[in-house]
């Protein structure tokens, strides 16, 4: 059974025939957005080489994409050996990288007042959220020039807006749609790069172990949304889909929000 029979998609747009039987780098992969990234891009016929510290994560989410399409390495962004690691190990299985999605990150935005707010908390969030980028770019690059590929790195908007004491994530962010603009400046014309600023995604059925539904969040929850909603994992991987594929080959440097419209909102009161 193909990966695209095991989750259900019959696309068969030019999109699709194009970019199947290409290899796909997803950090993050084991769960939540990173999760359901894997599963798109399995189900559209990639290979995908799956980069994450939680080792159940990651081979649940391999099984789940096909293991004969799917490459789980236990790897520590933040850690350039094995970032390089997990590079060539994704190499030698697939022979080549077209893309990269940096969405690793520790995801908790508050770490509380930055009155007390330790260095090594902040430097911690700096490493796995931007540095990590930056070193799975920096690994995959000469392999993304030779196949005329792409990355999509995970930001958020809160690159673009914040609450009180998410000094570090939101640095982070920041850095990642800065990091992004300047990657796709050094790496083109050969490697387009964008970002995706998600707003709230909800990704509890998203996590590792998870099998059933989850509890459904309040309606003011998705009626504060413009779009009516709060996001899917889905919603975050098609747009991934399409800013890796080559009919978006016009795009790069950008930083594309989707978060149902919450940043387009005034909220004086
Ligand atoms: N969920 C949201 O509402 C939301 C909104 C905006 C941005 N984001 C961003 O999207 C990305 C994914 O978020 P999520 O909500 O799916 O988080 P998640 O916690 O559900 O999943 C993150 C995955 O990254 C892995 N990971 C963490 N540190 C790592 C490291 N050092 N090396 C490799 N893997 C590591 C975790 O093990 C986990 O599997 C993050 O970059 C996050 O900042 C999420």
């Known amino acids: 059974m193909t990966g695209k029979e095991k989750t259900g998609m019959n696309r068969d747009s030019s999109a ?14 084991g769960q939540g957005i990173g999760r359901a990234v894997v599963r798109r891009l399995a189900g559209e016929g990639l290979f995908i080489v799956i980069a994450d510290t939680d080792g159940e994560a990651g081979s649940e989410a391999a099984a789940m994409a096909g293991n004969d399409s799917a490459l789980f390495v236990q790897t520590d962004v933040a850690d350039e050996s094995g970032v390089r690691t997990m590079i060539e190990r994704g190499v030698g299985a697939f022979g080549r990288i077209d893309f990269l999605v940096n ?11 930055v009155e007390s707010l330790p260095l090594e908390a902040w430097s911690r969030m700096i490493a796995v ?74 990704v509890r059925g998203w996590r590792k172990g998870v099998t059933g539904g989850v509890e ?30 080559p009919e978006q080959g016009f795009l790069t440097g950008q930083n594309i929000v989707v978060d149902g419209g919450m940043t387009r909102k005034m909220i004086y009161r």
């Open 103 to 113: 969405n690793a990150g520790i995801a908790a935005a508050h770490l509380g007042p």
């Open 129 to 202: 959220n931007l540095t990590g980028a930056f070193l799975c770019a920096k690994h995959a690059a000469p392999h993304l020039r030779a196949s005329s590929g792409a990355i999509v790195n995970i930001a958020s908007t809160r690159a673009l807006m914040s609450e009180p004491d998410t000094e570090a994530y939101a640095a982070s962010k920041g850095g990642i749609v800065a990091l992004t603009h300047a990657l796709a400046a050094s790496l083109g014309p050969e490697v387009r790069v964008n970002c995706i600023s998600p707003g709230w995604i909800d």
């Open 216 to 245: 459904p969040l309040a309606r003011e929850h998705h009626a504060q949304h413009p779009a009516g909603r709060v996001g899917r994992p889905e919603d975050i991987a098609s747009m991934v889909f399409h800013l890796l594929s």
């Open 16 to 29: 699709t025939c194009e970019m199947r039987g290409k290899v796909a780098v997803v950090t993050g992969g």
